[in-house]
């Protein structure tokens, strides 16, 4: 079991550490439990966690990771990223968060993929602009499919 996350300003421990304190107290094995401290951040705990599986040389680990219901899709995308093969479980979050998680997944997702998304838009805009267009003039409609028919007949 691999317990990772890094220590923020305000921890007097990393995560990583008094989660494998936790588990230990819940009678998981010392032997069994391993933390991982160095991770700041979720794709560096999937990182670091994929190095330490590495070091055991299995040949097919079965690997689970365990983060908030709201927060598992993304911390899948950086499992896949790592070359983590992982099935993620969410955790059940109180529902007075919930919005404002959903949102700020939702926006790290979008700023990941920014070039992506910008390209969309970009696509987006221009079907409206061309769409727009064709419905203020309805006869260049006509000539456009004429012109088509014509391409068509003669291949």
Not at 128 to 149: C, K, N, T, Y
Request: proline content about 3%.
């Amino acid at each position: 079991m691999i317990l990772s996350g890094g220590q923020g300003g305000d921890e007097t421990i990393p995560e990583g550490e008094a989660m494998r304190r936790y588990a230990i107290a819940h009678d998981v094995d010392v032997n069994d439990a391993i933390a991982e401290t160095e991770s700041r951040t979720t794709l560096e705990n999937m990182s670091f966690s994929k190095k330490i599986i590495d070091g055991f040389k299995l040949s097919k680990p079965k690997v689970i990771f365990v983060s908030n219901n709201y927060h598992t899709f993304r911390a899948a995308i950086f499992a896949k990223t790592v070359g983590l093969k992982a099935a993620g479980i969410g955790s059940r979050t109180a529902r007075f968060f919930l919005p404002n998680a959903v949102v700020r997944e939702y926006i790290a997702i979008v700023i990941r993929q920014k070039r992506l998304h910008t390209i969309m838009l970009g696509l987006i805009f221009v079907l409206s602009l061309f769409w727009s267009v064709l419905s203020a003039h309805p006869e260049w409609i006509a000539g456009v499919v004429r012109s088509l028919q014509h391409f068509i007949d003669s291949i």
